[in-house]
Each structure stands twice: as structure tokens, then as C-alpha cells.
């Protein structure tokens, strides 16, 4: 599967973004970076401290699946 960043895709049944590809600094051969979101977050306009750092993970692209479209909300 071909790959590119910004690419929502499925991950042991998990959506994630991809955020960086083989080529890229710190990603493996054969490896994409992923982000899962961060679902604990809070909004800084609810209380939330803002500045939380993203935690991105690199995994096999032989594990990666396609992604269901998103819904798009506004």
C-alpha cells in the first residue's frame, strides 16, 4: 500500500494519521509514523493546559490498512 502523509489509515483496528514516511528523520525503513489523536485532551476553552506534546509512534507499513472515509464536521 502506498502511503503519503496526512493519510488517515487503520492501525490494529485504530484510525491514525500519517505524519511521516520512510524517508523522514527518525522513521525506519520499511516504517510510517503515525499519530492515533490524543482523546484525553482537553480544549484550552474548557479548562484544558494547552501545549500537550504529540506522542507519534513509527510501526510497520505491512501492518497499516486503509482507512474508512472521514466524517467531516464543522
Known sequence: MKLQ???IIEFDGLPAVVVGLPDDPDVPEDH?????????????????PGGI????????????????????KH
Not at 506534546?53 to 467531516?72: A, H, K
Open 5 to 7: 502523509k496526512g493519510q
Open 32 to 48: 510510517v509514523a503515525l499519530w492515533f489523536g490524543c482523546p484525553d485532551a482537553v480544549r484550552k476553552s474548557r479548562g484544558g
Open 53 to 72: 506534546i504529540p506522542e507519534v509512534w513509527t510501526v510497520p507499513i505491512d501492518l497499516c490498512d486503509p482507512g474508512v472515509p472521514p466524517v467531516f
